[in-house]
């Protein structure tokens, strides 16, 4: 069993159109993360929620909306979607908030491209 | 979100030899120092989580060394092999705002 799940794999769209990569984790971890691996392949936390509370909010543009209908799910929408928002999207969850040292377990990445 | 340096940004070892590399970080609103192991066409997985002056952790052929006070942690590989090939990521942690990773330290194992 895939311990934390993103879908879809690779997302190929059009520049305006509105898309959502899904996440969930089966680990029963309290935290999860949304990061975006940029251009010069750093990885850049966006959002962090913890038991569906929103405790991480980094300078994303507001086209990025997250959403976790419980612990177990993270899913990232986007509007009006642009050409630098291409790029590969990785969810992660950890077991507890982000101020104890837990590590993070990611998931395998959504490569977004938007044409 | 902190300022991290790694070093070198890419590395050829071979098979055999012992490598170490560097993370860089602030000493200054210190929690916690990450180290992950990024695979090609795979996903960052957690190595390490240090978070006292003078911690060293190991695991197999690989340890880690931490410096809290002059910001910065050792990367260690013992006699190299080709499945250690990867990036190696450092992540030091700022109390509640989540990780900061660095940009990789790329290792190349040549046989």
Known sequence: DTAVSQTPKYLVTQMGNDKSIKCEQNLGHDTMYWYKQDSKKFLKIMFSYNNKELIINETVPNRFSPKSPDKAHLNLHINSLELGDSAVYFCASSPRDSSTNEKLFFGSGTQLSVL | I??????????????????????????????????????????????????????????????????????????????????????????????????????????????
């Open chain 2, 2 to 111: 902190l300022n991290v340096e790694q070093s070198p940004q890419s590395l050829h070892v071979q098979e055999g030899d012992s490598t170490n590399f560097t993370c860089s970080f602030p000493s200054s609103n210190f929690y916690a120092l990450h180290w992950y192991r990024w695979e090609t066409a795979k996903s960052p997985e957690a190595l390490f989580v240090m978070t006292l002056n003078g911690d060293e952790k190991k695991k197999g052929r690989i340890s880690a060394t931490l410096n809290t006070k002059e910001g910065y942690s050792y990367l260690y590989i013992k006699g190299s092999q080709p499945e250690d090939s990867a990036t190696y990521l450092c992540a030091p942690q700022g109390g509640a705002d989540g990780l900061t990773f660095g940009k990789g330290t790329h290792l190349i194992i040549q046989p």
